[in-house]
């Protein structure tokens, strides 16, 4: 098949999905076109059938505005026309779902290029719920070919909030267990190690939404109880806040800040908890990367964590905003190494065996498959 592929190229679950999804189907030979305004963040690497459209958003003196999603819709044009397009898969329904419909719009009717729309989150839950552009995602929703969404959660809030006559198919995240697996720790982890501490993890964007700074509060309060060290590894806009709180609880030489990392497994190998506070979660991407490799999570249980993180088994989950009881659950797996030793076999096994990507890169496949044999 000859899939376009529409994703935001910047730090984030839904553009490492499609990244991730479009390596997958290159790789068992399907041609598979990026189209972005820039390289998205996990495709520095040369594979064949993959293909980079960069979207210019053309500059005049009179356009105040942004206007990326029509410079999109263009391009999806172009592209469409002179790559043959099959499928169209935009990731994340604000605009992309719009400037989707709209190229599909513009292009020969007798043989429409087929969209399907896979909403992560935010553009449902958040983003989507804005006044004004409420209509514009329940309408590209409405004439999306076929919809999906990352958790049994997603699907439900979409179908609350922009009807229940919707299709959407749930088709979860997934992880390259190959990829992501326990390595030989990097000898900056291992002198962070050394020193005998446990050490908790988070990656995020450092969004509000994340709670970065509960990982902090909760380190403070384990501290009370044992060693333990705290790694953050992105950026993003809360974290001067949290380096400041980190200063005013006193636990800064205990916190390491990162910033943006692509060695991911190897640090994630040397986690022993990774951390997931969020407010707002319809999936949790990097709890399932820290699972794969062996990581049990704590986090909230909230949106779609836990569809991914069985409460009691891989991890557990509290309540939004309950530090003393997520800290709690990271002394009790700290202290007794052979209850860790199983919740990192068990995190392991739920990647492997549910969230496989060899399991769920079939399902587009197949989605794909229909919406182009006519499903409407
Ligand atoms: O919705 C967002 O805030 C952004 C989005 C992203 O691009 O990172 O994150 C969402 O999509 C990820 C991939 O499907 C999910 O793992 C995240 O849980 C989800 N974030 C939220 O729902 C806040």
Sequence with gaps: MNIGMVCYPTYGGSGVVATELGHALAQKGHSVHF?????????????????????????????????YPLALAGKIV??????????????????????????????????????????????????????????????????????TAVSGFLQEKTNQSFGQDLRIDVIPNFVDTDYYKREECLPLVKRLKSHGEAVLMHTSNFRAVKRVQDCVRILYE???????????IGDGPERSDTERLCREL??????????????????????DIFLLPSQQ???????????????????????GLPEVVEHGESGYVAELGDIDRMARYCTELLSSPKKLAAFRERARLRAVEKFNIHQVVPMYEKLYN???????
Aim: glycine share 6%.
């Design 250 to 271: 006193g636990v800064i030489e205990y916190v390491t800040f990162l910033g943006k990392q692509s060695a991911l497994p190897e640090l994630l190998s040397s986690a």
């Design 281 to 303: 979660e319809s999936f949790g991407l990097s709890a399932l990367e820290a699972m794969s490799c062996g990581v049990p999570v704590i986090g909230t249980n909230i949106g």
């Design 78 to 147: 172009d592209v469409a026309r002179y790559e043959t397009l099959d499928i169209l898969h935009v990731h994340y329904a604000i605009p992309h779902a719009v400037s989707g419909y709209l190229a599909k719009e513009m292009l020969n009717h007798n043989n429409p290029l087929k969209l399907v729309t896979t909403l992560h989150g935010t553009d449902i839950t958040l983003v989507g719920l804005e006044p004004t552009f409420f209509p514009l995602v329940k309408f590209s929703l409405e004439r999306s070919d076929a919809i």
């Design 35 to 67: 189209i972005t305004y820039d390289l998205p963040m996990r495709l520095d690497r040369f594979q064949d059938n993959i293909y980079y459209h960069e979207v210019e958003t053309p500059r005049y003196p009179l356009l105040e505005f942004d206007l």
């Design 222 to 232: 384990v501290r009370k109880k044992m060693p333990a060290r705290l790694v953050l």
């Design 370 to 376: 229909d919406v182009i044999a006519g499903r409407s």
